[in-house]
């Protein structure tokens, strides 16, 4: 289960990068939405599941509250899933 909580935290991270450079220049600056509708959907589904991960491992992981916290927290900043995977889940591999 951490393996694949790993890999919806790398697409989730990917995702929101690819949402919010690719999908909001193309909204703005070129008037077209389309970019933002086709990252979008996939992107809340991974953040769905990154968040439902993250209390299912919570126990596996020792997380205390504040180190719950922190998870997800990070599924909402940039590059946070990737810190996340370094800090939390790498080096208990």
Do not use: C
């Amino acid at each position: 289960m951490k393996n694949t909580f790993r890999i919806i935290a790398f697409l989730e991270g990917v995702s929101y990068i690819l949402l919010m450079t690719v999908g909001l220049y193309f909204k703005y600056q070129l008037g077209d939405p389309t970019y933002v509708k086709l990252l979008g959907m996939p992107h809340g589904l991974l953040f769905v599941s990154y968040i439902l991960f993250a209390f299912l491992i919570k126990e596996n992981e020792n997380w205390r509250i504040k180190d719950l916290g922190i998870v997800l927290l990070a599924s909402i900043l940039p590059f946070g899933t990737f810190y996340m995977d370094w800090k939390y889940l790498k080096k208990s591999i």
